[in-house]
């Protein structure tokens, strides 16, 4: 008797358990990271994730394996750029986003270079495993039209791992 009633009881909580997961909204994770941070939703079986800068360069590292890690202007290998100007006015940057992506832990850092010379570098920042990383540099600035404004990891060997996007009026 007291075997069937366990049973009745653990089948009962386990249908409570399977209900509930899915109609439970996850409330949103923050991710702390060098000057930054990432918001992640889980949302109908995706994760979409913001990251805010809280410096003028920042960094943080989001784990998981994310397919795109945002629709980016180009990416080479697993290294992504975005640059982000204003409208009628596009050699004046406000903010430069980089991406790469790590299949295992690892340590990097982004360089950021306009014509082949580094005009920003963030600090070192270490991976525990697969993710991407995710830096957002501020710029708020003027630069030369044309100009070529690339990004480099630290450890993703060049020119595979390279972005590059032509900044002109």
Known sequence: MFKRLLIA???LLGVTGILAGPAQASSPETIQ???AYATLEHKAGKTTYTVTATDELGVVFIPGEFA???DAYGCSGDVCI???SEPNNSNYIASWETTATASNARCSY???????GVVKQGSTYC???AGVFFAVWNAKRYFPSP???CNEWAGYPSPAHRPCKTISN
């Open 9 to 11: 009881c653990v089948a």
């Open 33 to 35: 990271g060098q000057g």
């Open 68 to 70: 795109t890690p945002f």
């Open 82 to 84: 975005r640059l982000d």
């Open 110 to 116: 982004p360089v950021y270079f306009i014509n082949d």
């Open 127 to 129: 991976s525990q495993g």
């Open 147 to 149: 100009s070529l404004a």
